[in-house]
């Protein structure tokens, strides 16, 4: 018995150690994570202006939101950059990756080459392409200083096109990530599947389009997640390449929710339209999450 109560001890403290490492991290999540989610609900129900308020006025927030002009409009651009976005990337995405599970030379060059805009924070990114775009610095000027004076392409400056250019820069921001997650899944598909259907006479077309493109299917719900989640959220990119200009022609959600909330003084305004997006997020990965635990069930 003398010798048992050490070991109890040293079993206890294995079992509370690590819950008391992770107990700081926790706190931290739940305080500025789901504190200030709970938080902005609450500013959401008030009357709050340039500072917060704690004086309730239930939904009124929530009706001012809807009768805004801008938010509409938000939600219109939402629509088409999130659509375009979701399906170039996945597109893109999945052809790259089979572009690279053909074993081609210089694989291990051309992967680091579609990740690296990845690596890259989306202001800087969003830089880069105002730059490329702009017709008196970017594309259209170059042309023009090559000869081409009948070249044009002012799509930034275009209040009609002016959000397909947020399209373009996001794309190509993130299909070497979707590229990843495809190539990830194609690699991770049963060989021995791949060669019984070669033995049946399948050609390289019948595999990919009838054996290991069906197989991506939770490849394809995963990359639609992280995709959607980036399109409701973003902010910086658009910010940086049109700061939501000309002017209002690429408002999206999280822009709108910034201007209203520390540039117009409607505090109450803008949280609401921010649990209209969290509700927005909510409604992909809940789901999603929920198909995953049942699955693993």
Known sequence: MQYS????????????????????????????????ILYTGYLSLTDSRMLPSYDLQGLDNYARLWGQRNWITAL??????????????????????????????????????YLYPMALSFIVTGTAWKWFLDPGLGLEN??????????????????????????????WQSSGFVMAMFLAGLRGIDSEILKAAQMDGAGRWSLYTRIMIPQLRPVFLSAFVVLAHLAIKAYD??????NGGPGRATELPATFMYSYTFTRNQMGVGASSAVIMLAMIASIIVPYLYAELRERR
């Open 5 to 36: 109560l050490p070991g109890k001890a040293e079993a206890t403290l294995r079992e509370i150690l690590p819950r008391l490492v992770l107990s700081p991290s926790l706190f931290l999540i739940l305080l500025f994570v789901y504190g200030f």
């Open 76 to 113: 219109q651009n939402l629509a088409i950059f999130g659509i375009l976005y979701i399906l170039i990337c996945s597109l893109l995405g999945l052809v790259l990756a089979i572009f690279l599970d053909q074993k081609i030379r210089g694989e291990g060059i051309l992967r680091p080459i």
């Open 142 to 171: 170059t042309m023009h200083l090559w000869g081409w004076e009948s070249f044009t392409f002012d799509w930034i400056k275009d209040r009609n096109m002016a959000i397909y250019t947020v399209v373009i820069a996001a794309v």
């Open 237 to 242: 990119l658009v910010i940086a390449l049109t």
